[in-house]
């Protein structure tokens, strides 16, 4: 049975940090690239950023230099630290797991809320 586990979000002042975690099971974790959206309320959900199956990262410019994705084969497990965070990051944030020609796995999400 295919897992995707979201954790560490929360509630967070503008300028703090949050790291996410996504742990994996039931799948091939390290063969797959893996990636984090988010859904703020009443918009589409979009791609924050990826990281292939051998950790090269991609992001998207609005967490440039703020934002950093990484993974642990190991552990099956891959992160977001999120520093810097300002209002606009509030959302759900999802994790993903990719592979071309292969089925698209998500989590459930977990919530952060940027806000003083």
């Known amino acids: 049975q295919v897992q995707l586990v979201e954790s560490g979000g929360g509630l967070v002042q503008p300028g703090g940090s949050l790291r996410l975690s996504c742990a994996a099971s039931g799948f091939i974790f390290s063969t797959y690239s893996m990636r984090w959206f988010r859904q703020a309320p009443g918009k589409e959900r979009e791609l924050v950023a990826a990281i292939t199956s051998d950790s090269r990262p991609v992001y998207v410019d609005s967490v440039k230099g703020r934002f950093t994705i990484s993974r642990d084969n190991a552990k099956n497990t891959m992160y977001l630290q999120m520093n810097s965070l300002k209002p606009e990051d509030t959302a759900v944030y999802f994790c993903?797991?990719?592979?071309?020609?292969?089925?698209?796995?998500w989590g459930q999400g977990t919530q952060v809320t940027v806000s003083s």
């Open positions: 993903n797991a990719f592979r071309f020609n292969a089925p698209e796995y």
